[in-house]
């Protein structure tokens, strides 16, 4: 056996050991792409051990769909129809801004810039786990994306003045969301669609319960969970992650969408390095704009990769050494933090190739 199928072989271990060990898991997804190593693997493995290849297994990508809403305004700023320093009252109605951001008594509304929103320094709170709460004790519960500002504003506080720190809010893609569609004239998941499923051929790519693929769906969405609890049927989900986060799609769909930005096919290099306007989220892990970036540090953090991660235990990145796209989901909450890991066993396998 060759050492490149060892490795091969031995990463299909990992990712069986990792699903089958965890009874949480019911069935998992996991692409490994790398022309420079010669490896290219797409695998499902269920909670039985049962592995399958090159399957188009659709699933919901969570907080990885913020790259997508980041490129989207990317697009639209080389059209000239945004700048990233501009402030969002520009681009919303006066309901949605109106006392937006008041902060220990002063009014920052107008002050927000649509950078701010990209890299999470708005000083916005966030609105996703309080109204997950709801989605979870109705079945029936839905939301508007205004009505999600709307309860925000109501109901949270402000963590910061703008541009004062980080702070991980799906609230500032919201807002990207609503700007978005102010600016097309059309619906988020038509905006996608136009500018970014179908220039780039990604034909099994929606936005969950608001729009269906450019083909049909062979096989149904892999379910997803927050503890016990499938949330693939639960309309009111998908309106509170919309803009961040509310894709479904496939791995080889996922793999077009970064090798195209990689390649700058969809956005310009310029552009993708204004993205990387890093912002500290935590020790060795960095936010642009829509973009995690993990650096590499000595004993803690063995290498660099770059992408998103999503709460579902969704996974969609780039390691520049190996060349390497690693791609997947493990369709639950659990594997948020636990994905990273993985991946970084994923990635320590493929340098002994490299």
Do not use: C
């Not at 990207?176 to 136009?194: D, H, M, P, V």
């Not at 780039?200 to 096989?219: A, N, R, V």
């Not at 309106?239 to 793999?255: F, K, M, P, R």
């Amino acid at each position: 056996m060759t050492k490149k199928r060892k490795i091969e072989e031995s990463i299909k271990k990992l990712f069986r050991k990792t699903v089958n060990k965890d009874k949480k898991l019911k069935e998992a997804q996991l692409l490994v792409d790398t022309s420079k190593l010669d490896i290219d693997m797409n695998l499902v493995v269920n909670s039985k051990g049962m592995i399958k290849e090159d399957v188009l297994q659709p699933y919901y990508i969570a907080s990885v769909g913020k790259i997508f809403t980041s490129v989207l305004i990317s697009i639209l700023k080389e059209k000239n129809k945004i700048e990233f320093n501009d402030k969002i009252i520009k681009y919303l109605e006066k309901e949605v801004t109106d006392k937006l951001h008041v902060y220990k008594g002063k009014d920052f509304s107008e002050e927000i810039t649509i950078s701010q929103l990209l890299n999470h320094t708005s000083g916005l709170n966030d609105h996703f786990y309080p109204l997950l709460e709801k989605v979870i004790e109705d079945s029936n519960f839905r939301i508007s994306p205004k009505e999600v500002i709307k309860w925000s504003k109501n109901n949270l506080s402000p963590v910061s003045k703008p541009g004062e720190k980080f702070n991980y809010s799906d609230t500032n893609y919201h807002l990207l969301g609503l700007i978005i569609e102010n600016l097309t004239g059309l619906s988020l998941a038509n905006a996608f669609k136009k500018y970014i499923f179908k220039p780039l051929g990604m034909k099994k790519t929606s936005m969950l319960h608001y729009s269906k693929p450019i083909d049909t769906y062979e096989i149904s969405i892999a379910d997803f969970y927050y503890k016990d609890i499938k949330l693939n049927d639960y309309k009111g989900y998908a309106d509170i992650d919309y803009a961040g986060g509310g894709i479904v799609s496939t791995s080889t769909d996922l793999l077009i969408f970064m090798k195209a930005l990689i390649k700058h096919q969809i956005i310009g290099k310029d552009t993708l390095e204004e993205m990387g306007d890093w912002q500290k989220q935590s020790l060795g892990l960095y936010y642009g704009y829509g973009i995690m970036r993990f650096k590499k540090i000595p004993l803690l953090m063995p290498y660099n990769f770059w992408g998103h991660s999503g709460a579902t235990g969704s996974f969609m990145y780039y390691q520049p050494d190996t060349e390497a796209f690693i791609i997947g989901n493990f369709n639950n909450f659990k594997y948020e933090k636990k994905s990273v890991r993985f991946i970084i066993k994923i990635i320590s396998k493929l340098s002994k190739l490299n």
